[in-house]
């Protein structure tokens, strides 16, 4: 317990500096700016922002870009409330209930409780990643290849089954990102590969680039010909008309919990992240519900629940990143990315090699969340006014900001092609019904998990049962074997009981 | 014939599927595959690749009718100008960005783009363009002094 004083008191030193509280600031408003505006997701803002970080210290470029990401989690819910124009993936879900509560006239309440399901789930993932980070780390230290490989496995195969409705093409999306993610020289025996000759792929494929091809680029697109102008008008929300009842708060408080709790489980999760925990837990809500018939109408539960599950997933998601140096999702690629950039290694032992970091992190978290308590009640009518900018304008300055940010990263003009290139396969992949979440989450695990694969098996001598044969690794290829097994019962069923039903209908 | 029609879009998957598969096999299978106590640079895709295969396959043999037109979100890219328009400034940034620098880059890229949208005129494009690369050359290159020339 000392020890975790200790700790947070070299965190608020780090985070409660001016510096700290500067970036964490203009991270959490930058965020809040982007997620609040529809059409550029978090990868976009990040790839816009970078250039900046690249001249900071790397706890305060962290702490800021953190805080983007934390921040546009808190600022999608609005533009998804007030429009239901989702300003995020993760806050499509908020939309559900959110919307029709802004109709009925609620729109204060719907964004105060999640503003405060926000803070609460964000400050439970704070929590859970201030107590398990370290041991966990610890533990990892102990950590062979073939952990690491069945973690990796186990995340991918979570991310691409659960909360899926078409399996197999997501696992295919994962298998094409794992070989996308070994485009390059292969480190062992310095052979390129899948370069075609060309020597700006020998570092392999630019992750910012291809990840704001698949997710940003299709939604710029998609919003050029916008005309619409929002009818949302700050008049409308005034602080007394968003406090709740204590009815409503009393209806808030257990989804907030059960939320957070889910959020927390999928964020710390590698692979499966936000999106797959806000879905989770809005049917979890629905289902346990005493009048599920509300949902969809205006239910409160269904903004705070999801709202909740997905800051808590937010944060949890630095549980394996800062810990074991896997990333559960491409932000926490860019961060890995960011942290090796000013020379530090991921990896289990980022915790107790520099402390400063790791913990002041943990404490800009809290700071963070405040910072947002206050952007988002009491300054909503700054965001909303916001909405309010034409988008025709708007969005040409975000395809410019995108192009110098890509380009700023390897000041590589090949980048931009590979943008392109990436677009139009994110859209081939759409009109066929793929995912591209999985996609990017195999690219970026891709290098990793071969490397690991290989040094497994050269310690083993070729034993491919050293995967099961050592107690953590084992266990976790058993729990990923059982997700397998369950999802391809589950598809037999289906096959089966879809040849029945055709076999009756051909004899009537 | 129609059975293939009404699955056309899971025969497409899996047939794309598995012919990248396909290639990746061919081109992992050229560089040294390496045994499994020794793995070469070959071996791991040429796993990958037979994967692809095997759901492309599975793609192809489970595929079932697609639900009715109209339930698949096929907005994504309906606006013609938006896409070319969009393109078109990304491709012209790449061309100039080196050959002619940051300003006119950006210029072009924000003009072109302005007029993807059908509610700008040519006049508000120039201006957002000249704003916008003004103001990019001040945050980049005075600012933050990134390795950008404004002009080459």
């Given at each position: 317990?000392m020890?975790?004083?200790?700790?947070?008191?070299?965190?608020?030193g780090?985070?409660?500096?001016m510096?700290?509280?500067?970036?964490?600031?203009?991270?959490?408003?930058l965020?809040?700016?982007?997620?609040?505006?529809?059409?550029?997701?978090?990868?976009?803002?990040l790839?816009m922002l970078?250039?900046?970080?690249?001249?900071?210290?790397?706890n305060?470029?962290?702490?800021m870009?953190?805080?983007?990401?934390y921040?546009?989690?808190?600022?999608g819910?609005?533009?998804?409330?007030?429009?239901?124009?989702?300003?995020?993936?993760?806050?499509?879900?908020?939309?559900?209930?959110?919307?029709p509560?802004?109709?009925?006239?609620?729109?204060?309440?719907?964004?105060f409780v999640?503003a405060?399901?926000?803070?609460f789930g964000?400050?439970?993932?704070?929590?859970?990643?201030?107590?398990?980070?370290?041991?966990?780390?610890?533990?990892?230290?102990?950590?062979g290849?073939q952990?690491y490989?069945?973690?990796?496995?186990?995340?991918?195969?979570?991310a691409?089954?659960?909360?899926?409705g078409?399996?197999?093409?997501?696992?295919?999306?994962?298998t094409?990102?794992?070989?996308?993610?070994?485009?390059?020289?292969?480190?062992?025996?310095?052979?390129?590969?899948?370069?075609?000759?060309?020597?700006?792929?020998f570092?392999?494929?630019?992750?910012?680039?291809i990840?704001?091809?698949?997710?940003?680029?299709p939604?710029?697109?998609?919003?050029?010909?916008?005309?619409?102008?929002?009818?949302?008008s700050?008049?409308?929300?005034?602080?007394?008309?968003?406090?709740?009842?204590?009815?409503?708060?009393?209806?808030?408080?257990?989804?907030?919990?059960r939320?957070?709790?889910?959020?927390?489980?999928?964020?710390?999760?590698?692979?499966?992240?936000?999106?797959?925990?806000?879905?989770?837990?809005?049917?979890?809500?629905k289902k346990?519900s005493?009048?599920?018939?509300?949902f969809?109408?205006?239910?409160?539960e269904?903004v705070?629940a999801?709202?909740?599950?997905?800051?808590?997933?937010?944060?949890?998601?630095?549980i394996?990143?800062l810990?074991l140096?896997?990333?559960?999702?491409?932000?926490m690629?860019?961060?890995?990315?960011?942290?090796?950039?000013?020379?530090?290694?991921?990896?289990?032992?980022?915790?107790?090699?520099?402390?400063?970091?790791?913990?002041?992190?943990?404490v800009?978290f809290?700071?963070?969340?405040v910072?947002?308590?206050?952007?988002?009640?009491?300054?909503?009518?700054?965001?909303?006014?916001?909405?309010?900018?034409?988008?025709?304008l708007?969005?040409?300055?975000i395809?410019?900001?995108?192009?110098?940010?890509?380009?700023?990263v390897?000041?590589?003009?090949?980048?931009?092609?590979?943008l392109?290139?990436?677009?139009?396969?994110?859209w081939g992949?759409?009109?066929l019904n793929?995912?591209?979440?999985?996609?990017?989450?195999?690219?970026?695990?891709?290098?990793?998990?071969e490397?690991?694969?290989r040094?497994?098996?050269?310690?083993?001598?070729?034993?491919?049962?050293?995967?099961?044969a050592?107690?953590?690794?084992?266990?976790?290829?058993?729990?990923?074997?059982?997700?397998?097994?369950?999802?391809v019962?589950?598809?037999?069923?289906?096959?089966?009981?879809r040849?029945?039903?055709?076999?009756?209908s051909?004899?009537? | 014939?129609?059975?293939?029609k009404?699955?056309?879009?899971?025969?497409?998957?899996?047939a794309?599927?598995?012919?990248?598969?396909?290639?990746?096999?061919?081109?992992?299978?050229?560089?040294?595959l390496?045994t499994?106590?020794?793995?070469?640079?070959?071996?791991?895709?040429?796993?990958?690749?037979m994967?692809?295969?095997v759901?492309?396959v599975?793609?192809?043999?489970l595929?079932e009718?697609?639900?009715?037109?109209?339930?698949?979100?096929?907005?994504?890219?309906?606006?013609?100008?938006g896409?070319?328009?969009?393109?078109?400034?990304?491709?012209?940034?790449?061309?100039l960005?080196?050959?002619?620098?940051?300003?006119?880059?950006?210029?072009?890229?924000v003009?072109?783009?302005?007029?993807?949208?059908?509610?700008?005129n040519?006049?508000t494009?120039?201006?957002?363009?000249?704003?916008?690369?003004?103001?990019?050359?001040?945050?980049?290159?005075?600012a933050?002094?990134?390795?950008?020339?404004?002009?080459?």
């Amino acid at each position: 317990m000392m020890e975790l004083f200790h700790n947070l008191g070299i965190g608020l030193g780090v985070a409660a500096s001016m510096a700290g509280l500067g970036y964490c600031f203009l991270g959490v408003t930058l965020g809040t700016l982007v997620g609040v505006l529809p059409g550029i997701g978090t990868m976009a803002t990040l790839a816009m922002l970078l250039p900046i970080t690249f001249h900071v210290d790397a706890n305060y470029a962290l702490i800021m870009l953190a805080g983007i990401y934390y921040g546009a989690a808190y600022g999608g819910s609005t533009a998804s409330i007030l429009l239901n124009l989702p300003g995020t993936a993760t806050s499509a879900v908020t939309g559900i209930d959110g919307y029709p509560m802004a109709q009925k006239g609620q729109a204060g309440l719907a964004l105060f409780v999640t503003a405060i399901a926000s803070c609460f789930g964000s400050m439970f993932g704070v929590v859970l990643l201030s107590l398990f980070s370290v041991p966990l780390a610890r533990v990892a230290l102990q950590f062979g290849p073939q952990e690491y490989f069945a973690l990796m496995f186990l995340g991918l195969i979570a991310a691409s089954l659960i909360g899926s409705g078409r399996s197999i093409r997501s696992l295919a999306a994962v298998t094409l990102g794992l070989a996308l993610g070994l485009v390059g020289l292969d480190l062992n025996s310095g052979v390129a590969r899948f370069t075609f000759g060309m020597p700006e792929f020998f570092d392999g494929l630019p992750l910012v680039a291809i990840a704001i091809g698949l997710f940003g680029l299709p939604e710029i697109i998609a919003n050029a010909g916008r005309v619409v102008r929002s009818s949302a008008s700050a008049k409308d929300i005034s602080f007394r008309s968003m406090l709740p009842t204590r009815a409503q708060w009393k209806r808030t408080a257990m989804p907030m919990l059960r939320g957070s709790a889910i959020g927390s489980f999928f964020g710390a999760l590698p692979g499966t992240g936000g999106v797959v925990a806000t879905f989770i837990s809005y049917a979890t809500e629905k289902k346990i519900s005493r009048h599920p018939e509300e949902f969809g109408k205006g239910a409160i539960e269904g903004v705070t629940a999801p709202e909740a599950a997905n800051n808590a997933a937010v944060q949890s998601a630095f549980i394996p990143t800062l810990s074991l140096g896997i990333p559960g999702d491409p932000v926490m690629a860019i961060m890995l990315g960011v942290m090796m950039i000013h020379g530090i290694l991921p990896g289990p032992s980022v915790i107790s090699d520099s402390p400063d970091l790791f913990w002041g992190l943990v404490v800009s978290f809290v700071i963070g969340n405040v910072f947002l308590l206050v952007l988002n009640l009491p300054l909503i009518g700054i965001w909303v006014r916001i909405l309010s900018i034409p988008y025709n304008l708007l969005f040409p300055v975000i395809v410019a900001f995108v192009c110098i940010g890509i380009y700023s990263v390897n000041y590589q003009v090949m980048d931009l092609f590979v943008l392109l290139a990436f677009g139009f396969l994110g859209w081939g992949m759409k009109a066929l019904n793929f995912e591209v979440a999985p996609l990017l989450l195999g690219f970026v695990l891709g290098p990793m998990m071969e490397e690991n694969f290989r040094r497994a098996l050269v310690i083993s001598n070729g034993e491919v049962s050293t995967f099961l044969a050592r107690p953590i690794s084992g266990t976790i290829m058993v729990a990923t074997f059982l997700i397998i097994g369950y999802y391809v019962v589950q598809g037999l069923r289906k096959v089966l009981s879809r040849k029945m039903v055709s076999a009756e209908s051909h004899n009537v | 014939m129609q059975l293939l029609k009404d699955r056309r879009e899971d025969l497409i998957a899996g047939a794309v599927t598995a012919g990248l598969g396909a290639f990746i096999l061919v081109e992992a299978v050229g560089y040294r595959l390496g045994t499994v106590r020794s793995m070469g640079p070959g071996y791991f895709p040429m796993l990958l690749a037979m994967c692809m295969c095997v759901l492309g396959v599975l793609l192809v043999v489970l595929s079932e009718p697609s639900p009715a037109e109209g339930e698949t979100d096929k907005s994504q890219f309906a606006d013609k100008r938006g896409v070319v328009m969009v393109t078109a400034a990304f491709l012209a940034f790449a061309v100039l960005i080196e050959r002619a620098g940051l300003v006119p880059a950006v210029g072009l890229a924000v003009f072109l783009s302005a007029l993807a949208n059908r509610a700008t005129n040519l006049v508000t494009a120039v201006i957002l363009a000249v704003v916008t690369a003004g103001t990019c050359w001040l945050i980049f290159n005075l600012a933050l002094g990134l390795q950008i020339k404004a002009f080459v």
